[in-house]
Each structure stands twice: as structure tokens, then as C-alpha cells.
């Protein structure tokens, strides 16, 4: 009898201590993945709270002409062939507008004409590969006017302020707009601005394109 209760107690205390064995090992853990959770639902927070103040990447422009189109609307097709980008071209650069796409900035050259087409992006969503944008890249737009094509002449810096690049003087021409630092947090003080010129057969067609244009609004 002795010897069966001492051969129960042993298998208990062996129990007990598997149990409280398996309990210090899984501590670690849990805190490991505790503190994971805490760094996951903080980040998030945070990245919301920064979403609800939301950037405005374009300055308004004093003067700019009422857009034949409404805010929405769908101009085209905006693609960075060596990128792998495309996206649909949506008419204005207000936040609901940015968050389906990119955007036309109202006032300045429409897709099909010889204006300079300026376009906008956030830099944390549909302009995120901008970054990597280099001289000589294709940017190709398609409208109702056919399949436009322009290389990438130049990016360089200006402050928000600087709405210069947007005029009409440039043209023909298309210019990409976003907010720089790409990995800024908050509202970034730069804008990257990428200028690209049409090649020489879209040059041709704009041109006279765009004289038909004067003479008919004569």
C-alpha cells in the first residue's frame, strides 16, 4: 500500500512539473508574441491616424481655366511600361479622387493635346514606383485621341509652392507630381516632379492636333 501511494505522488509531482515546465517555456513566447501584437496594432493606429491627414499635393493655381470634365471622370490609361504601372487617368487631385487613382490636375493639358499633362499621385499608393522612375523611361497615355508617347527627360526637386512646373509653356510635355520624402511621415515639404516629352511621331500628331484646335476657336 505504501508503495502505491509513493508511486502516485511520484507521477503527480512528474505532472505538476511537466505542467510548470511547459508554463515557464511558453512565457517567452506569449510575451514574444504580446509585444508583436502591441508593435502590429500600434503601427496601425498610427498609419490611420497620418491617413486622416491626408496631403495635398497640388498648391491651387489662381487663374486655372474650369475643367471640361467632371472631378472623377476617366480621361485614360497612364502607363510607366518598364515600371509594370498602369492606371486608369481620373479627372482632379482632391483625396477622394487620389485614393481610387491618379489624377489630372485640373486647369492643365488634357490627354490627346499638345498642352503639358500634369498628373498627380500619392507617394505611398499609385505613385510608389515613381521612385524608382529613371531618364529615358516610357510613359505611354491612352485617351479617346488614340496612344500618346513621352521619355522621361528629367526629375528634380521643388517646394509645394512652386506650381511653375504646371504652366501651359511647357507643352508639349507630361509632368508627374508626388509628395517627396517617399518614406516621410506626415505631410512630406518637397514635391518630386518628373517632366517627359513626347517622341518625335506623338509630336508630329499633336502638333497639328493642337493648330486645328486654335484655328477652329477663332
Request: net charge positive; charged share 20%.
Amino acid at each position: 500500500m505504501p508503495v502505491r501511494r509513493i508511486s502516485l505522488g511520484l507521477r503527480v509531482f512528474q505532472r505538476v512539473t511537466l505542467v510548470a515546465g511547459l508554463c515557464l517555456l511558453s512565457w517567452p513566447c506569449f510575451v514574444l508574441a504580446e509585444s508583436q501584437w502591441v508593435q502590429w496594432s500600434g503601427a496601425w493606429q498610427v498609419s490611420a491616424a497620418i491617413g486622416t491627414r491626408q496631403e495635398t499635393i497640388v498648391a491651387s493655381k489662381g487663374g486655372a481655366r474650369s475643367s471640361r470634365f467632371p472631378r472623377g471622370s476617366v480621361l485614360g490609361r497612364f502607363e510607366v511600361p518598364r515600371l509594370k504601372l498602369s492606371y486608369v487617368l481620373l479627372e482632379g487631385t482632391d483625396n477622394r479622387t487620389l485614393d481610387k487613382s491618379i489624377g489630372h490636375v485640373e486647369g492643365s493639358g488634357l490627354p490627346g493635346e499638345s498642352g503639358n499633362i500634369s498628373i498627380a499621385g500619392h507617394r505611398n499608393t499609385h505613385f510608389r514606383k515613381i521612385e524608382w522612375i529613371r531618364r529615358g523611361d516610357e510613359i505611354v497615355i491612352t485617351s479617346a485621341h488614340g496612344q500618346d508617347r513621352y521619355r522621361v527627360e528629367w526629375m528634380r526637386l521643388f517646394r509645394p509652392d512652386d506650381i511653375e512646373v504646371l504652366d501651359a509653356g511647357h507643352g508639349p510635355a507630361v509632368t508627374l507630381i508626388t509628395c517627396f520624402p517617399f518614406e516621410y511621415v506626415g505631410s512630406a515639404p518637397l514635391r518630386y516632379i518628373v517632366r517627359a516629352l513626347p517622341d518625335d511621331e506623338t509630336r508630329g500628331r499633336l502638333s497639328p492636333m493642337s493648330a486645328n484646335g486654335r484655328a477652329s476657336g477663332q
